[in-house]
């Protein structure tokens, strides 16, 4: 399976943003992708102000657009993530298509990223936006793939359900910022990848010096075993990888952690 992630330079203009997705699925299609990962935020600024600004439904413009492309280029397509509206609320959420552009899966992002860090970055996406509630995870050919949004990451337990439902793959879009991506981002990505044995997948949007906030980048590819498949670096680019979901198996049964977990007293006595 080739997947390929789109570390794309995000503008202010939705527009812009989607004809630059729009012709880079193209570009990996037509280089042999199977399946294509979009970053997160990917047509939005990433300003908590900017989400209900640019917040569509379900079936709006975007979608159609997204689902089109899709079937254009005959593709998987994870698209990264974007501000949707339902009634009042605004969400931070993921689509996925297959490759006659119907719609698989649709994530919203569970865990908010409120973060105040001294000397760093303060950042409340609860100021705009609404936390979801459901995992999400789609079939293929190749194996069944799950979804999150990046500070999802953070959180050991959301990793673990998916791998729990028969994931093989987990897939990322996320913008880590330049305080958390350095210390963290590559040392998230290798230790859910071999906590669950699965390959991970993180899509970011590329360095915009310009931007009011500044995107870690450094897209990345983790097998099972935690080796950095293929990484970029802050600029824009297309970074494509093969990967055999099988491989996951294979790990399983070498050093079978799943299968040792101890369920039976991983909950608090009180004495």
């Known amino acids: 399976m080739k997947i ?6 995000v503008q202010k203009e939705n527009d812009a943003n989607m004809q630059s997705a729009c012709r880079q ?7 042999g992708a199977d399946l294509v990962l979009l ?4 047509c939005c600024p990433y300003e908590t102000a900017n989400f209900p600004i640019y917040a569509q439904p379900q079936g709006g413009t975007n979608w159609n657009a997204l ?8 593709v998987y397509l994870v698209a ?13 959420t993921c689509y996925a298509f297959d490759r006659q552009g ?41 194996g069944r793939i799950g979804l999150m949004i990046c500070f999802d990451i953070r959180f050991p337990e959301l990793a673990r359900l998916l791998a729990l439902q028969g994931a093989k793959a987990i897939l990322v879009p996320a913008a880590f910022n330049m305080t958390t991506g350095p210390a963290h981002w590559e040392l998230h990505f290798r230790s859910r990848a071999v906590d ?16 009011s906030y500044h995107a870690y980048g450094h897209s990345l590819a983790v097998s099972p075993w935690g080796e950095i498949l293929a990484e970029l670096d802050e600029q824009e680019g297309i970074l494509s990888c093969d990967i055999d ?12 952690l799943l299968k040792a977990r101890r369920t039976d007293v991983y909950h608090i006595s009180l004495i």
């Open 4 to 9: 390929s992630m789109i570390q794309m330079k």
């Open 80 to 92: 990264g993530s974007m501000p949707e509206r339902e009634g009042e609320a605004v969400f931070n």
């Open 25 to 31: 699925i193209a570009a990996a299609a037509q280089a």
């Open 39 to 42: 970053p997160e935020m990917f």
């Open 196 to 211: 669950n044995q699965v390959f991970l997948m993180g899509c970011s949007p590329a360095r915009d010096p310009g931007a």
């Open 245 to 256: 979901l099988s491989k996951t198996e294979e790990i399983r049964e070498q050093l079978p």
């Open 67 to 74: 689902s089109a492309c899709a079937k254009e280029n005959q």
């Open 102 to 142: 119907k719609q698989l899966a649709k994530y919203r992002k569970m865990h908010l990223f409120d973060v105040d860090i001294k000397g760093g970055q303060r950042f409340f996406e609860s100021e705009t936006l609404s936390a979801g509630e459901n995992l999400a995870f789609f079939d293929t050919e190749f």
